[in-house]
Structure formats: structure tokens, C-alpha cells
């Protein structure tokens, strides 16, 4: 059974850090795309982050390039997504998600539950 789960949400002040986690476990990752995704309130799932499993080309929403940076540890399985400079309106629901094609669909095969992070302002 493919699980994908998260760690790391919680509540911030505005400019302030957060490192979210996300192990994969069920099925050899090789080979697929990893990344984040976020949904806020009454909007829809957006894109976050990605990077290929060899964590060689990573992907960002232009909403957080230059404050978000996603990472890999592959011994570990598992897939960081290091957040600086948050603002408010990055207060959402994160959730990792990984696909054996494309991290930047809106429909990745496999997701995990999500971790609810906060930022006041």
C-alpha cells in the first residue's frame, strides 16, 4: 500500500520558516516525480513545488520561487519542502503527492493527507 505522509505544518508569524516533511513508502519511487501541492479555503489545489526523484530538476509556482525550496533525501524516502519568508497568504493545507509523469498535473497518482499550515500576520 503506497503511503505518502506528511509532517511539519503548524502555526508562523509572518517571515518566519517552516520545514515540511513527507516519507514515501509502498512501492519503488524511482523514477517519479515528488512535490507539493497547497489548497486554501474556498479555492482550488495549487501547485507548489516538484522535483524529479533524483532531485536533479526542481519546479516552482512563481507565487513561491525564491522563498520555497523542495529537496530530497533518497535514502530516507523522503521529500522536504523548506518554506522562508511566509505570508499570510501562504496559510493552506499542504499536501505531497507523487506521479510517475508529471508533478505539475493537477491530478498526481498518489497523494498524501495533508498538514494545515498557518501563517498570522
Known amino acids: 500500500q503506497v503511503q505518502l505522509v506528511e509532517s511539519g505544518g503548524g502555526l508562523v508569524q509572518a517571515g518566519g520558516s517552516l520545514r515540511l516533511s513527507c516519507t514515501a513508502s509502498?512501492?519503488?519511487?524511482?523514477?517519479?516525480?515528488m512535490g507539493w501541492f497547497r489548497q486554501a479555503p474556498g479555492r482550488e489545489r495549487e501547485f507548489v513545488a516538484g522535483c524529479t526523484w533524483s532531485g536533479g530538476s526542481t519546479y516552482y509556482a512563481d507565487s513561491v520561487k525564491g522563498r520555497f525550496t523542495i529537496s530530497k533525501d533518497n535514502a530516507k524516502n523522503t521529500v522536504y519542502l523548506q518554506m522562508n519568508s511566509l505570508k499570510p497568504e501562504d496559510t493552506a493545507a499542504y499536501y505531497c503527492a507523487a506521479d510517475p509523469y508529471s508533478i505539475t498535473t493537477p491530478t498526481p497518482l498518489y497523494w498524501g493527507q495533508g498538514t494545515q499550515v498557518t501563517v498570522s500576520s
Open positions: 509502498g512501492r519503488t519511487f524511482s523514477g517519479y516525480r
